[in-house]
DNA sequence: AGTTTATGTAAACCATCGTTTACTTAATTG
DNA sequence: CAATTAAGTAAACGATGGTTTACATAAACT
């Protein structure tokens, strides 16, 4: 038959801590998701976070970064950018790839927030606005920062019926639009 | 000459917490300000928030209530609504008056997040949707709490220079175009 | 097979936080 | 002025959380 799988395996524990605590600073925030929780979750000791991660900082680091290295806004084509990032945001089977909730739930910390802030720019601004080109590419990369956040906050956070899935049709109408005003 | 102020004032007091905990709340978010720092700050002892306001939550609620209420959207002409929220958000003298910060911050507590969205919804997204009119009301006050946010996770908590004061020409602009085109 | 290393666990440590209790002192009242 | 009430303080309580330490056991190696 196929190789038995071993009963210890450091990768495969690693990850589950990983996907653990992505779901859960997703969820419930950097400070309030506990590492008994999460390393409940991955059915492992608390102990071994420090040992993989080193702090759970760290941890959040490799949570984020795993998640917005995934994130690629940079591939389809110009002319239907509104509609595409739209979809990205508001497909709900890939909410667990958002990594929008996890980065506004971890403002709070200082610590959280200064990984947000060096890992947003290396991996997402940086590159939007080299896509978005040289004439305003900052600028308009930051509001395009400041459009999806708004989303996901009142659909992940404070949740409002009018921006919840299903989106409703005006309102998705009109970010598809708000978002294409910052190609064209 | 003038009375003198006594040494004791409850209303003061109260008042000098409450003044502490806007600013604790607004600048490090609900979970991270302690009972002690804000108290500290006010120049009192920490039990005195039990006695004035029952709980930490209670005191959180007390201090966004205040906030929400002092600002007030529908008063201008609907023609310059868009240069006037965006002049609201971005002015720095109003910087201690933007309810916003408060609110995205507490996002990661249940507690606190539930006291968010009874005031948001009871102060602002009601009065707002009335005032936008029956087409449509409700969808677009929500895409206007949306674009709010969006602008001030990226000034208060995770600060872009282009979106910081003063807000970038083209960002303002474009910002303000945004905001009309919910009430036209 | 026996030894060593890697992987995992259990329990305690130490700090912080919201809250409560017991006590002090200023202001008010009769 | 004496007594009562209002306002404020100090210190401890109980719970929680990140991290460390000491120990157990599975896998790998010679």
């Known amino acids: 038959m196929g190789d038995r799988k071993p009963q210890r395996d450091a990768q495969r524990t690693r990850a589950a801590i990983l996907d653990a605590a992505r779901d859960a600073f997703s969820s419930r925030g950097y400070a309030a998701a506990g590492l008994r929780e999460i390393t409940a979750a991955a059915g492992v000791n608390p102990a071994l976070v420090s040992r993989y991660f080193g702090s759970k900082e760290k941890l959040f680091e490799a949570a984020l970064a795993e998640l917005l290295d995934g994130a690629v806004l940079t591939r389809g084509p110009r002319e239907t950018f509104g509609e595409a990032v739209v979809a990205l945001l508001t497909d709900h089977t890939a909410a667990r790839r958002n990594p929008l909730p996890m980065m506004l739930f971890a403002g709070a910390d200082p610590g959280a927030r200064a990984i ?69």
């Open 116 to 184: 947000v802030q060096r890992l947003l720019e290396e991996l997402t601004l940086a590159p939007l606005a080299d896509w978005l080109g040289p004439v305003e590419g900052r600028s308009r990369a930051a509001r395009f920062a400041a459009l999806a956040s708004g989303l996901t906050v009142y659909r992940a956070i404070y949740p409002l019926t009018e921006l919840a899935s299903p989106l409703d049709p005006a309102a998705r109408a009109w970010f598809a639009a708000t978002f294409q005003s910052l190609v064209d």
